[in-house]
């Protein structure tokens, strides 16, 4: 991981949907419900984007990769979406919104507090009072790993073998994660840097930006939130008098 510089670039781009986790359905069913218009951060493909509009949300992204947002435009209805480019802690579209909505993990691509703080104050210039910031992130489990690293076997097939190689700074919170895939066609890396965050952070972070926790979740199905939890859907609700 020496010289580590992980990027949304051609390559990502174009493998991006060819592993779907299986609840895209759950995940739009959910934010369906909470209004007519919709702003994503880190739009990305349009994986849940465009399934959304097709339930009739009208739907704005905001996206830092422009490779990201070609492949979107390749799908149907992908070039209707607006998009402006740019990182999502601090861009603008000029627009409010009754859903701003950031999902699988992609707060903690911003590496520092700072930044996420800046995401949070950035949803609520968008939203429309009592407009909801629904936020999903999986909870940090690897400070309990020994030695802060390890190394899970993702996929196992006759004809190739998938690895999720990792190391944690629990000082930092930063994960350095490779996705390895062996195959007769070579080999494949898939490098991500993440910030990993507490829900109780995000809660702090939230107030900073004058937004209160309505709900949260433990998935998108609206299973409790619980200790044995592997991630959580959170709802932050804009409060009255927030700066738009």
Known sequence: MHGFNPSFGPETARNYDNSLRGDED???RFLAGFGTRALEFAIGTGRIALPLKETGVHVDGVEL???????????PGGADVDVTMGDMSR????????LVYLVYNTICNLLTQDDQVRCFENAARHLEPGGAFVIESGLPTWA???????????TLELDRVGFDVNRYDPVTQMLDENHVEISADGIRFGAIRQR?????????????????LRDRWGGWNGEPFTADSRRHISVYEKTVGTPG
Not at 144 to 154: G, L, S
Not at 202 to 212: N, P, Q, V, Y
């Open 91 to 98: 861009v603008g579209t000029g627009r409010t919104y009754e």
């Open 196 to 212: 990993l965050t507490y829900p109780a952070e995000f809660d702090l972070m939230a107030r900073i930006a004058g937004l209160r």
């Open 26 to 28: 759950e995940t739009v």
């Open 65 to 75: 990769s422009p490779d990201m947002v070609a492949r979107m435009r390749e799908k």
């Open 144 to 154: 309990a790993r020994p030695r802060h690293q390890f190394i899970d076997v993702e």
